[in-house]
């Protein structure tokens, strides 16, 4: 029998992965555990970690830039220094003191609720 997926373990284990990769969590606490916990939702959900900031349509294929990390994770760190969401960040964006940042939706919207 299998532990049951928890946000701190998820972070855990995705931190592994992707901080060798330049990719970080938000060192705020109080968001990041709410967004992992709402990926494991959208995966009891849909069978797959949607993005929980954006509506998934419910069909892998038509949700498939949105599964976390979704592919618009990268151009918004490079631009912004933070995913739309806040959960991924830069190292230097987890060094210094933020007001709110407002991240564009990069999503068509012809992908979104389709």
Not at 24 to 51: H, Q, R, V
Request: net charge negative; glycine share 6%; proline share 8%.
């Amino acid at each position: 029998m299998s532990e049951k997926m928890t946000a701190e373990k998820l972070y855990e284990m995705l931190k592994k992965i992707q901080e060798p990769r330049g990719f970080y969590f938000n060192k705020d606490m109080s968001i990041t555990i709410p967004l992992l916990e709402s990926l494991l939702i959208n995966k009891d959900e849909y069978g797959y970690m949607a993005c929980p900031c954006r509506l998934p349509n419910g069909d892998f294929d038509k949700d498939r830039d949105i599964v976390c990390p979704c592919e618009y994770r990268d151009p918004d760190l490079e631009e912004f220094g933070t995913c739309y969401c806040g959960l991924y960040v830069t190292e230097e964006y987890n060094q210094e003191e933020h007001g709110e940042v407002a991240i564009p939706e990069r999503r068509p919207p012809e992908k979104i609720l389709v």
